[in-house]
């Protein structure tokens, strides 16, 4: 990719944080990389959501997206979720978005709280 070059379409981009999900997901990579997703203790923290229904959630719809459009690596086996080969283009969106949170209409976040384990 060239300074100037996008390869990430600015429609991807919108459906892939549309999600609060998906969105909580890709702020909390903005800190930590690599993650563990879908554990309690060492990855997904949920506040007043029922666990095994965001974990089937993530599994089926929104690591497969995030990793479709190349935001997230996932690797199935260890549940492990990282950084994928687009994410640096969609960090300083990501950034703003997260420093303008409060001058953001609406609720930004999902009530899960996404968690690394050095943080459990």
């Known amino acids: ?9 600015a429609s991807t981009v919108f459906e892939m944080l549309a999600d609060d999900h998906r969105r909580d997901l890709l702020f909390a990579l903005l ?6 997703a879908g554990q309690d203790s ?38 492990r ?3 994928g080969p687009a994410f640096d283009e969609i960090r300083p969106l990501l950034q703003v978005l997260r420093e303008n949170a409060d001058e953001i209409p609406g609720d930004q976040s999902s009530g899960v709280s996404i968690t690394s384990p050095s943080e459990s």
């Open 42 to 79: 060492t990855g997904v923290s949920l506040d007043g959501v029922e666990r095994e229904e965001i974990v089937v959630e993530m599994h089926h719809v929104h690591l497969p997206k995030l990793e479709g459009a190349g935001f997230v690596r996932w690797n199935h086996a260890q549940h």
């Open 31 to 36: 800190d930590h990389d690599p993650r563990q």
């Open 1 to 9: 990719m060239t300074e100037n070059t996008a390869t990430v379409e």
């Open 81 to 83: 979720v990282e950084r």
